[in-house]
C-alpha cells in the first residue's frame, strides 16, 4: 500500500468516524449506564450484565465470541460470589496479517452522586465538549473507541488490515482475578497466534498531547495489624491505662516516610536501577507543564520543584503511600472509644529492578524493629497481601512505530514517550507469559479523572482516539508486512 494511496484511505475512515460521531456517543452512554462497579459484592450481577453487553457488540462485528468462566470467589466475609466470565474474542484469520490483540476492562470503580459529582455518574452527560461519566475514560471509552474503529473498516467494507483477538475482562478494578490463570492455560491456544498485543487503559502525562507508554511501576500491598484485645474499650475507663492499638499503628505508620517524601525503610533504594543519561535525555524531550499537572491534581505545592524530580518520583522511584486505618473511627461526630484492633493499609510502588521478596522482608523488619522500641504488649501482624511487579516495554518494537506513525498522522504531532507511575499488572503478565510485544496506547487525557469525581473523557480525545485506532491498524499492517518481506528475502538469499 502506498502512502498517498493510505492517505485517501484515512480520509475515508475519517470522514466514517466524524460522520458517527453520534452513534458512538449514544454506545458510551448505553455502556455507562451500567452500574458495572466489580468492588461492591451487591452490584457484581451488573458487572455480569456489562459483559453480555460487551460480548453481543463484539459479535455484533462479526467477531467469534467465548465467554470462559472463572469461576466464583470468597470475599473476606465469607460470601461467595460467582466471578464475571472474561470474553475471548477473534475476528479476521487472514495469514497476511498481523494479529493484533486488545485488553479492556468494562468494570468501573464505585461512585454515587453525592461523593460530588455535578452529574449522576451513570448518565453520560455532555458539558462544554466533555462527556462525564463513570467509566467514560477508565475504561469503557477507550474499549468502545478501538471497537468503533473496527466497526468503520466493516462499513465501509475495507479489507481488515490485521486480524483481531480481544481480551475484555470485569474484574479489573478488583484485581483481576483469575485472569493470569487464565492466560497461562490460553497461551498455547489462543494467545499462539498473536503477534502483538495493544492496553488502552491509562491516560497522557499532559491535557492535549498524545503520548505513548512504555513502562508502569508495580506496587507491594502491606497490611500492618495492632491489636490489645477482643473488644473496643470505653476511653473514660481505659484511657491512660493502656497501651492503644491506634497509637501504636500511628507511630508505626509515622516511621515509614519523612516529610520529604524519603521512604525510612532501610535498604528499600538498594536495588533502584540507576537512571542512565540516555533516559535523563529522553526525560528532557517531554512536554510537562507543572502548572497544569498541579491544578489537574488539586493541591498547593508538589514535593518537588522541577519537571525531571517530579517525573523521576513519579515513574523511576519507589514511592509508598498511605491508604487507609481499618477499624478506627472515621464517621462524623464523637465516639469516646479505643478500638481494639486497627489495620493500617499502605503500599510500596515498585520499579526496576526491586524483588518483591526483599522488599517485603525489609517492611517486616521495619516495623518489627519500631514496635519492639514502643515496648507495646500489642499484638503486631504484617502481611503483604498483594506484589505487582513493575513493567517495561522496548520503545524500539515496530508496535511503538506504528503507533508514533498514527498518532502523527492523526493529531499533526509526536507523542510523549511516557511511563505510568500507577500498576497496570496486566501489561507485565501479557509480557511475561505470551512474550509478545506490550505496548500501552492512552487515549484520555491527564484531566480525565480516573477513580476520581467527575470522570470524564473528552468528545475530542473520544472521537480522534477512535481514529488514532484506525490509523495504527494500518500502519502496524504496513509495518509488519515489510518487516516480514524483509526477513523473507534474506531467507532466501
Ligand atoms: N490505572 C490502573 C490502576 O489504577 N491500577 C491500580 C492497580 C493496583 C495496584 N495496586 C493495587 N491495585 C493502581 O492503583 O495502580
Ligand atoms: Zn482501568
Ligand atoms: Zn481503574
Redesign the pocket.
Known amino acids: 500500500m502506498s502512502r498517498s494511496s493510505s492517505s485517501a484511505l484515512e480520509m475515508e475512515i475519517f470522514q466514517y468516524i466524524d460522520a458517527h460521531q453520534s452513534d458512538f456517543i449514544k454506545d458510551l452512554k448505553e455502556w455507562v449506564a451500567v452500574e458495572s462497579d466489580s468492588v461492591q459484592p451487591h452490584l457484581r450481577k451488573e458487572v455480569i450484565r456489562m459483559m453480555a453487553l460487551a460480548a453481543d457488540r463484539l459479535a455484533a462485528l462479526g467477531a467469534t465470541v467465548h465467554l470462559v468462566n472463572l469461576g466464583s470467589h470468597q470475599l473476606p466475609d465469607g460470601q461467595v460470589l460467582p466471578l464475571p466470565s472474561v470474553i475471548l474474542g477473534e475476528l479476521g484469520k487472514d495469514p497476511q496479517n498481523p494479529t493484533v490483540c486488545f485488553y479492556g476492562h468494562v468494570d468501573v470503580q464505585p461512585a454515587k452522586k453525592e461523593d460530588g459529582w455535578n452529574s449522576d455518574p451513570y448518565t453520560l452527560t455532555e458539558i462544554d465538549g466533555n462527556l462525564y461519566g463513570r467509566g467514560a475514560t477508565?475504561n469503557k471509552g477507550p474499549v468502545l473507541a478501538w471497537i468503533n474503529a473496527v466497526e468503520t473498516f466493516r462499513a465501509l467494507k475495507l479489507a481488515m488490515p490485521v486480524n483481531f483477538k480481544f481480551v475484555i475482562e470485569g474484574m479489573e478494578e478488583a484485581?483481576s482475578l483469575g485472569l493470569e490463570k487464565l492466560l497461562e492455560e490460553e497461551n498455547q491456544s489462543f494467545f499462539s497466534d498473536v503477534d502483538y498485543i495493544v492496553i488502552s487503559?491509562?491516560l497522557w502525562l499532559s491535557n492535549k498531547k498524545p503520548a505513548l507508554t512504555y513502562g508502569s511501576r508495580g506496587?507491594a500491598?502491606f497490611f500492618v495489624e495492632v491489636e490489645c484485645g477482643s473488644k473496643d474499650l470505653h476511653s473514660g475507663t481505659f484511657g491512660g491505662i493502656i497501651h492503644e492499638p491506634l497509637l501504636d499503628l500511628i507511630a508505626l505508620l509515622d516511621s515509614l516516610v519523612d516529610s520529604t517524601g524519603r521512604i525510612q525503610i532501610p535498604g528499600i533504594y538498594d536495588s533502584v536501577a540507576a537512571v542512565t543519561e540516555e533516559e535523563r535525555k529522553l526525560y528532557e524531550l517531554i512536554e510537562f507543564d507543572l502548572e497544569e499537572h498541579r491544578i489537574n491534581c488539586g493541591v498547593k505545592k508538589f514535593l518537588y520543584s522541577t519537571k525531571e524530580e517530579i517525573l523521576l518520583h513519579l515513574w523511576r522511584y519507589p514511592s509508598l503511600s498511605v491508604h487507609g486505618i481499618e477499624g478506627a473511627f472515621h464517621e462524623p461526630g464523637i465516639k469516646t472509644v479505643i478500638p481494639a484492633k486497627v489495620i493500617g493499609k499502605f503500599?510500596i510502588r515498585q520499579v526496576p529492578h526491586m524483588d518483591l521478596s526483599v522488599v517485603k522482608k525489609q517492611v517486616v523488619e521495619h516495623l518489627e524493629g519500631v514496635f519492639s522500641k514502643r515496648n507495646s504488649p500489642n499484638k503486631l501482624k504484617v502481611s503483604m497481601p498483594?506484589g505487582?511487579k513493575p513493567w517495561l516495554a522496548d520503545v524500539n518494537d515496530l508496535l511503538y512505530k506504528a503507533a508514533r506513525r498514527a498518532i502523527k498522522t492523526v493529531f499533526g504531532e509526536d507523542p510523549d514517550f511516557i511511563r505510568d507511575g500507577?500498576?497496570?499488572?496486566i501489561a507485565r503478565m501479557f509480557q511475561s507469559i505470551t512474550q509478545k510485544s506490550v505496548m500501552m496506547l492512552p487515549i484520555g487525557a491527564a484531566d480525565d479523572g480516573?477513580?476520581s469525581q467527575n470522570e470524564k473523557i473528552s468528545r475530542h480525545n473520544y472521537i480522534e482516539g477512535t481514529k488514532l485506532f484506525a490509523a495504527f491498524f494500518l500502519e502496524i499492517s504496513k509495518l509488519h508486512q515489510t518487516l516480514h518481506e524483509t526477513s523473507h528475502r534474506e531467507t532466501i538469499n
Not at 500507577?422 to 499488572?425: D, F, G, I, Q
Request: with cysteine; aromatic share 0%; hydrophobic share 20%.
Open positions: 477508565d484485581g487503559d491509562n506496587n500491598c503500599s498483594l505487582a500507577s500498576t497496570v499488572p480516573e477513580h
